[in-house]
């Protein structure tokens, strides 16, 4: 079984819908991170959670929200979808072993707005 | 904000060439990290670096840390066709504690004629 999953892995919606995208992990990482990926412009962070109670907005935090349910489960909303939040999107988490914050990620979920 | 450079935004190689890829930062990092991204997943981590000028191979794949701790360099020997995709690097200054995250590059998109 995965280490991180993510539900759904592909995902269609129209303008102004709310959508949620899931993520679990089973590898009991404290941190857990949201990225989203456009062509060309790589991983820019959305949200990223260092603990259950601890939440922070990254780079591109705007028209997001997010949720941490529990160590294992890290949730991405879309209040109020738009086109331009058409990208693949990833979850990834991490335990800061050693001091390094090496990230695992997630399959992915493709979402398409129209 | 800490930024990490990667260049050109795609490459194009024949199968059984070498290519190398570099990653440069106006910041010092104490952690590198090369991640690949396979077509349709997520990244998966491919070597780590701690030490300024270590050098780690992982099969075909050989990575070193940069003496100035700004820049660290991936090779593939020997291309192969499922070398294709997106190559990332990532930086870390673990310097700043508990709160240090990775920065990544926006990526090297790698194609192999065969």
């Known amino acids: 079984d995965a280490d991180v999953t993510q539900t759904p892995r592909n995902r269609i919606t129209k303008t102004g819908k709310r959508i949620m995208l899931e993520c679990s992990q089973t590898?009991?990482?404290?941190?857990m991170y949201w990225y989203r990926q456009d062509p060309g412009l790589g991983l820019q962070l959305i949200y990223y959670s260092f603990d259950v109670k601890d939440i922070n907005k990254g780079e591109i935090s705007d028209g997001y929200s997010v949720s941490r349910q529990a160590q294992a489960k890290f949730s991405l909303s879309l209040e109020s979808a738009i086109p331009n939040q058409t990208a693949l999107y990833f979850c990834?988490?991490?335990?800061?072993?050693?001091?390094?914050?090496?990230?695992?990620f997630g399959p992915g979920t493709r979402l398409t707005v129209l | 904000g800490q930024q990490l450079n990667q260049s050109p935004q795609s490459m194009f190689i024949q199968e059984g060439e070498d290519v190398s890829m570099n990653c440069t930062s106006s910041?010092?990092?104490?952690?590198w990290l090369w991640y690949k991204q396979d077509p349709g997943e997520g990244p998966v981590l491919l070597i780590a670096l701690y030490k300024a000028g270590e050098l780690t191979s992982n099969g075909r794949l050989t990575a070193q840390f940069g003496i100035t701790r700004k820049d660290s360099f991936l090779n593939i020997s020997a291309s192969i066709p499922s070398d294709v995709g997106i190559y990332f690097c990532a930086g870390q200054l673990v310097s700043t504690g508990a709160n240090s995250k990775l920065t990544f590059g926006k990526g090297i998109t790698l194609s192999v004629r065969p």
């Open positions: 990834a988490t991490s335990d800061l072993e050693g001091g390094t914050d090496t990230q695992y």
């Open positions: 590898k009991g990482h404290d941190r």
């Open positions: 910041s010092i990092f104490n952690t």
